[in-house]
């Protein structure tokens, strides 16, 4: 797993420059400052660390918490930053958190410590959602490639993820990393939920 992530990570770094190039003079000119947003995330056993995007948001209404989740329509997100959310460009810079070993390419997405559906934590919604925080969480995983990305407005939306991670978690090997990441493409196509 460590060295399909060391090698994808790799790979992925030439994608990632060159997205840097195409939308970094675009995010600075629509909203003045850096290009790179970071935010604290829980990871394996619990371990928080600093995730890396692209900026989405303007600068001066950037949620370092993610106490508000990105709703439709979200008057904080710039107009590039609308596009790169959508296609999961933003999400580029974060195979510098594979090749740390912070993230792996597969795993249950960290969410930001703040992070609630239904105005309440996660871990308050969903019993047994620190099991998900017994492996490295990844860039992309079976929730996501099964349409449960995006906004968690509802409680059973975080339900349905976690059920998903868990499911992940008790089924990993190899084969299914590798059919999760080539499943992964198609299922940026469904934007649906994804502000």
């Known amino acids: 797993k460590r060295v399909i992530d060391i090698c994808g990570g790799l790979a992925g770094l030439l ?3 060159i997205a840097f190039i195409i939308f970094a003079p675009i995010i600075y000119s629509q909203s003045p400052g850096p290009i790179f947003f970071s935010q604290e995330r829980v990871g394996r056993n619990g371990r928080r660390f600093r995730i890396y ?10 949620d370092v918490d993610a106490r508000k989740l990105v709703t439709k329509d979200d008057p904080r997100v710039t107009r590039v930053g609308k596009f790169i959310r959508k296609s999961s460009l933003d999400e580029l810079p974060q195979l510098v958190n594979v090749l740390k070993s912070e993230l792996s ?6 969410h930001a410590t703040m992070a609630s559906a239904a105005g309440s934590l996660y871990e308050t919604v969903v019993d047994g959602y620190f099991a998900r925080h017994k492996v490295k969480p990844g860039m992309t995983g079976w ?8 906004e968690t407005d ?3 939306k975080i339900e349905r993820r976690v ?11 190899l084969t299914f990393d590798l059919y999760i990441l080539a499943r992964t493409p198609f299922a940026l196509l469904n934007t649906k939920g994804a502000y």
């Open 15 to 17: 994608a990632t420059i």
């Open 163 to 173: 059920e998903h991670d868990l499911y992940y978690i008790e089924n990993w090997s």
């Open 154 to 156: 509802t409680a059973e």
């Open 143 to 150: 929730a996501q490639i099964n349409g449960w990305r995006g």
């Open 53 to 62: 995007k692209f900026r989405s948001m303007y600068t001066d209404m950037a």
């Open 105 to 110: 390419l597969v795993g249950p997405r960290p």
